[in-house]
């Protein structure tokens, strides 16, 4: 890998005036080789610590701890064709619900007639091993009449439905053997070739939602979403806005970016295969730039080796400061990545990423054939070569206040203030910086909450002392509560991180996932607010302050949960 840049390089970038907007620089690590033809990467809901890669061959593979799990998480290699470049293990989705449920969906061309599956698994009580034998078809057989443009792509949408994304059966111009005569297999509403699919796995059997665009129609079938897609290898779904967009691979001239806005009611129709990106192709079944086609919003021509559009993600992560928002996509074919970002029916910013992100050392990324996300946001590349890397800034991580954001994002995004340019969010040296002490409480979902600060404590601050608190339950009340001395002693099957006497503030939800039981439930407080609202007269420049969280969690032995506990002196 380059060297890195050294901390200096990135004071200077966030604190020089014009600069505090600025991107941080990017770079990319190897985070996984050996592998055999990956050509996804993903991760359950809020599973931070496993990144689960598809092969093509049928494996799907853990990475844990920087290693590559000794046995496959899926093998179901004698259930499909790989023979064809497109063909075999081709998609994966977690069920919103898996941390309770325990289902994943995955497309496959199956073996004999390469016909497109779309199958749920279930996993076994071994977290890292799915149960081979829980097989249950939600879609297929779908026919291919040819070995090469299967889609393959599956997304849970914000709606809770699965998204499924189907090519338009291969071939040239969509025609041939199993291509609607005249019209082509993306304009028939008969077939499921050509479309983007929508489904409500918990359905059964028909698994068809009641608000898809067609379901009144019979000249159209239920599970269409979208009509006009060529072949959408990769879409994805912004997990902040809930926008999608999709990457079709083009023909023999143009590649597209298409774009599908949240809370959309479907029946979009993307063009082809009477258009290919903004071009009119010649060929029947619409009406090129008719008003019932879709437009892409970005679009490129096959020069420079370009051939084959690898679609992406609107990055959300934490890690790479200015990048919140920003579409990451790529082209197979030449290994080029680019970055844009769409608001308001209008790109901007879009910048060639490709040498920033190349990892050097002898390494190289050649064939993209898929980006991915983990559990946090953070983006990955799958080279189809046998390798994953993991997108990441080129500087040196710093995380002073301990809120999971490097503290040059703190301070480029002001959260934090930096009134010394030093690079060090001031709330970190006002007179002793905060700290995290004291042990949290493992909570009956096994997640450890944990508390984090941003700000400065300070009498007489209109700027936010907040106090958070992760890995929580969801939908739980639950509270802030301090002392002026630390370590109270053992306290409910946890440790109690403030000596008595200590005083409560407002009750809160915790929010989070709206069904089941999970570890997403996050608190915030602002404790500027509370000194300065007059609550506590204690609460005096000079004084130390120990708090912690602690919220209700029903099956519990003692129902309750306990974070680690932040200590901080009030800044004058």
Not at 52 to 59: A, L, P, T, Y
Not at 122 to 151: C, F, K, M, W, Y
Not at 541 to 558: C, I, L, M, N, S
Request: hydrophobic share 35%.
């Amino acid at each position: 890998m380059r060297s890195k840049l050294v901390l200096a390089g990135l004071v200077a970038l966030v604190t020089a005036g014009s600069a505090i907007a600025q991107k941080v620089p990017l770079d990319t690590i190897r985070v996984a080789n050996g592998l055999a033809s990956p050509v996804y990467c993903t991760a359950p809901p809020g599973d931070t610590t496993r990144l689960f890669i598809v092969e093509r061959g049928g494996d799907i593979e853990i990475l844990k701890n920087g290693a590559i799990n000794a046995t496959s998480f899926l093998d179901i290699t004698t259930l499909l064709t790989s023979g064809g470049q497109e063909q075999g293990l081709l998609g994966l989705a977690f069920d919103p619900n898996y941390a309770t449920n325990g289902f994943f969906y995955v497309n496959y061309t199956r073996t004999g007639d390469a016909a497109t599956m779309v199958v749920r698994f279930t996993v076994s009580a071994n977290p890292d091993l799915a149960d081979a034998a829980s097989a249950v078809t939600i879609e297929g057989p779908i026919a291919q009449p040819q070995s090469n443009h299967n889609g393959g792509c599956l997304q849970f949408g914000p709606d809770g439905y699965l998204y499924v994304g189907m090519g338009d059966g291969g071939n040239f111009n969509d025609t041939g053997a199993g291509h609607t005569a005249t019209i082509g297999n993306a304009q028939d509403g008969t077939t499921l070739l050509g479309k983007l699919l929508r489904l409500d796995v918990n359905n059964p059997p028909t698994y068809i939602p009641a608000t898809n665009p067609y379901v009144s129609d019979p000249n159209v079938l239920d599970e269409i979403w979208a009509f006009g897609v060529r072949n959408p290898w990769r879409f994805s779904f912004d997990r902040t806005t809930g926008d999608m967009y999709i990457g079709d691979v083009g023909q023999g001239a143009r590649e597209e970016v298409s774009f599908e806005p949240a809370g959309f009611a479907g029946g979009a129709n993307y063009g082809w295969r009477c258009m290919e990106g903004f071009n009119c192709t010649g060929l029947a079944g619409c009406v090129c730039n008719g008003v019932g086609i879709t437009l892409p919003i970005k679009d490129y021509g096959h020069t420079s080796g370009q051939c084959s559009i690898t679609g992406g993600y609107v990055y959300r992560g934490a890690d790479l400061c200015g990048f919140d928002g920003t579409y990451f996509y790529a082209d197979y074919c030449a290994g080029r990545i680019w970055t844009l970002k769409y608001s308001g029916g209008t790109v901007s910013e879009f910048t060639d990423r490709t040498a920033e992100l190349a990892p050097g050392g002898g390494l190289s990324i050649a064939s993209i054939s898929s980006f991915g996300e983990d559990g946090a946001g953070e983006l990955y590349i799958c080279d189809l070569g046998g390798e994953v890397f993991k997108v990441v800034p080129s500087v040196t991580l710093v995380d002073c206040n301990q809120n999971t954001v490097q503290d040059a994002c703190d301070i480029a995004n002001g959260t934090s203030q930096d009134v010394n340019a030093d690079g060090i969010p001031d709330e970190c040296q006002c007179p002793i910086a905060p700290a995290i002490y004291c042990t949290g409480k493992v909570n009956s979902q096994f997640c450890s909450p944990s508390i984090a600060f941003t700000g400065v404590p300070k009498v007489g601050s209109t700027i936010p002392f907040d106090i958070s608190a992760s890995q929580m339950l969801n939908k739980k009340s639950g509270l802030l509560f301090y002392g002026l001395q630390p370590n109270g002693g053992s306290f409910q099957g946890g440790h109690l991180c403030a000596k008595l006497p200590i005083t409560r503030t407002a009750v809160q939800n915790s929010n989070g996932s709206s069904t089941g039981t999970d570890c997403t439930g996050t608190y915030t407080f602002d404790f500027n607010a509370w000194i300065n609202g007059g609550s506590d007269p204690s609460l005096l420049a000079g004084t130390a302050v120990y708090a912690q969280y602690w919220a209700r969690d029903p099956a519990d032995t003692f129902t309750t949960s306990l974070t680690d506990a932040v200590s901080f002196t009030i800044c004058n």
